[in-house]
């Protein structure tokens, strides 16, 4: 409960303000907002992107960043959707998509743990790769011919009006929580995102764990891919371009730090709530989507700003404290 309530009192409590203001003022514009239905369909419109946001919280925290999950999520759809339309077996074209997302997260991880090269460089490159990749697999067409049970997978409800995405997202965010805040996997991705180099001489395999999570980076981004195709019924080369700018503000919003070290599940899922609701709101006032994708960067760049700002305003304040003290001190000595 005190660490509840001490998160609360930090950028956690800003941002359930942040996220009551936006729930009221969303409420006002439409009634119907506040309806079951109405909260499905906003995480539903955005279930890929909040699914890749939890993995993307790891490699953030272990002072990573990957550019390419995007990419990977249209290249994997492209492949499931070639496949089926070039008459393969859809459990094969199932299992050779997630693969790819799977092999494409270990491609990274290969460059960045035992290269040792930058992963900005490198996802920034593997971005334009996977993208070329899927383009070449789709031309300028659009697959879809999708059996029918995988069409009803993506686009009905499941479990009574929740869909399989929302469910999965659900089990993701327990498994994710139990892991990094609970487990010594997690305990090691924010000593190596505090420092690698201490990390490493503590005995941690700094490379086995930056490969891993690149890997699970990959095959998170693959299903989200597959779970895209499901719910649009047809891909395009073109599929999820874009979502990495959401994925990270969701990500930064929440608190944890671009260089690593820091941060929670939890700030993430209040970010991704903000996310969503914002873009909702904008939605009921008719604001096209280029506006929201502005509305969107400079959320992404605010993110950044504030916690630093913040930060920086704490250490001012106890410097000032500090140098009142001294000077008392320094007074009564005198």
Not at 302 to 331: D, F, G, M
């Amino acid at each position: 409960m005190s660490k509840i309530v001490k998160a609360l009192k930090g950028w956690e409590g800003f941002l359930l303000a942040v996220l009551l203001i936006i729930v009221f003022f969303n409420a006002s514009l439409a009634p119907e907002y506040l309806q079951v239905n109405n909260w499905i369909n906003l995480f539903q419109l955005s279930i890929e992107k909040i699914i890749v946001a939890l993995i993307m919280t790891f490699i953030i925290i272990n002072a990573e960043i990957d550019l390419s999950v995007a990419s990977t999520m249209g290249l994997t759809a492209s492949v499931l959707a070639w496949m089926n339309h070039a008459g393969h077996p859809f459990g094969l074209a199932l299992a050779v998509a997630l693969g790819v997302g799977v092999l494409s997260g270990a491609f990274n991880g290969f460059w960045i743990a035992y290269v040792g090269l930058p992963s900005l460089v490198v996802t920034l490159a593997t971005m334009i790769m996977y993208r070329g990749g899927a383009r070449v697999f789709m031309e300028d067409k659009s697959f879809g011919s999708f059996p029918d049970w995988f069409n009803h997978l993506g686009q009905e409800a499941l479990i009574g009006p929740l869909p399989i995405a929302l469910i999965l997202f659900g089990l993701f965010v327990v498994i994710a929580i139990i892991v990094l805040q609970y487990s010594g996997f997690g305990r090691y991705v924010y000593v190596i995102g505090n420092n690698r180099d201490v990390a490493r001489f503590s005995g941690i395999n700094v490379r086995r764990h930056k490969l891993i999570l690149f890997t699970m980076s990959g095959a998170i981004a693959g299903l989200a891919g597959i779970l895209f195709a499901a719910r649009l019924g047809a891909v395009r080369g073109d599929t999820a371009t874009g979502f990495e700018l959401d994925i990270i503000t969701m990500v930064l919003l929440g608190g944890v730090s671009i260089f690593g070290g820091s941060g929670s599940i939890y700030g993430v899922l209040l970010s991704i709530l903000i996310v969503l609701n914002l873009r909702n709101g904008m939605s009921l006032l008719n604001l096209t989507g280029h506006l929201q994708t502005g509305v969107i960067g400079a959320l992404l760049i605010l993110s950044v700003l504030l916690p630093n700002l913040a930060e920086w305003t704490r250490k001012t304040l106890q410097r000032r404290k500090y140098q009142k003290q001294t000077s008392a001190q320094i007074a009564d000595a005198g």
